[in-house]
């Protein structure tokens, strides 16, 4: 069994908490993404799993072992690092050897087990190079390479895809979801990225100031965020947020963000009937704005008008600024609009998937669904 059970974790710098009270369970063949912004406590907690960083308190188990006091070769876990630190004096088949020549595998088994990874990477042509020799997509097929040679309990991933551009991540997004279902095994993976954690998390753990946040699947944590620092995080671009106020009028509800007003939804009436006359935050991610030229099949239950500022076309969608008021939204609308600059223009709102936050923080969702 390759779970992970984390109790109670913390990790003091001095007089700095890093990482408070962290309780988590990574089940067997999970693909787990530690997500936050820098200085959060992710890296920390991942090098804590590693045994590169010491416990200040709590217990780490891996399968049914406690391993805090256990050094890091003997853990059955294999870390892949921001930097490659490939040994640029040896070929790729051997800086993939040589952790286990280290630990005296058979020549035999060693040539095995570097061939089985390197087909699985499709790198068998890029054995005997340099590393000097290879792109960056490459150095870091060979450094992935390094640990499945290993076959461990536990794959660390700690941001490996932040030195690469934009179009290898993807692709690189795309190998480490197909690695993942190959070797049938655990992964935690740390990034601040939230398309990566997205895109190839099974789980997702929301960090911030070295708390857990919030703990989900990636569609959990986008349709039902806990607060507002979770749902400005996920997503792109980030959700937008207004603030509002939850207004009674003949005997329906509507949400007052000032320059517009927006009707809630009847089944939403008895969630926030508490909430009348209380100010709010709204939230509207920018792809449940539309055109209302050319809305898709989503519920479309109100709109408002705003004046374009800037029209950007990203092809397969357009994404516009716009500004209501006071208030500065982005909405991402059909690539079919003919909405430009200083043009006033009708938003509609799918108003199922808007969402209400207390003004308080750490600025909590108000359930408005039942889920």
């Known amino acids: 069994m390759s779970n992970v059970r984390l109790e109670n974790v913390c990790k003091y710098f001095g007089d700095v908490e890093a990482v408070s009270s962290f309780h988590l369970d990574v089940e067997d063949k999970e693909f787990l993404v530690l997500l936050g912004p820098s200085g959060c406590g992710k890296s920390t907690t991942l090098r804590m799993i590693a045994g590169l960083e010491e416990l200040s308190e709590g217990n780490i188990y891996i399968g049914d072992k406690l391993v805090n006091d256990m050094p890091p070769r003997d853990r059955d876990i294999a870390m892949v690092f921001q930097d490659y630190a490939l040994y640029p004096h040896m070929t790729v088949r051997q800086n993939m050897a040589f952790g286990l020549k280290l630990r005296k595998f058979p ?60 179009k290898l991540r993807g692709q690189m997004r795309a190998e480490l979801s197909k690695l993942h279902d190959q070797l049938n095994t655990t992964i935690i993976y740390v990034t601040h990225d939230q398309v990566e954690a997205m895109t190839m998390g099974t789980k ?37 947020f207004l603030p509002a106020r939850i207004a009674p009028k003949d005997s329906t509800l509507y949400v007052d963000a000032g320059s517009f007003q927006l009707l809630i939804p009847p089944e939403k009436h008895s969630y926030l009937q508490s909430k009348a006359e209380r100010e709010v935050i709204l939230g509207i991610r920018p792809e449940h704005l539309q055109d209302v030229a050319f809305p898709d099949d989503s519920k479309i239950t109100d709109s408002f008008k705003a004046v374009v500022e800037v029209v950007e076309t990203l092809g397969a969608e357009v994404q516009l600024d716009v500004v209501c008021g006071e208030h500065n939204l982005v909405a991402r609308v059909d690539p079919r609009t003919t909405a430009k600059r200083h043009q006033e223009r009708e938003l509609a709102v799918n108003m199922d998937k808007i969402h209400i936050f207390e003004t308080e923080p750490p600025n909590q969702r108000v359930k408005t669904e039942e889920r």
């Open 107 to 166: 020549k035999s088994e060693i040539n095995q087990r570097v061939d089985e990874a390197a087909e699985i990477l499709g790198i068998q042509e890029l054995l005997d190079r340099k590393p000097r020799e290879l792109s960056g997509g490459q150095r870091q097929r060979v450094a992935v390479g390094r640990t499945i040679v290993r076959k461990p309990a536990v794959f660390l991933f700690d941001e490996p895809l932040s030195n690469l551009d934009a």
């Open 204 to 240: 997702i753990v929301i960090m911030k100031d070295g708390v857990v946040n919030q703990v989900g699947t990636p569609m959990e944590i986008y349709d039902f965020p806990v607060n507002k620092f979770v749902a400005g995080f996920i997503g792109n671009p980030g959700m937008n």
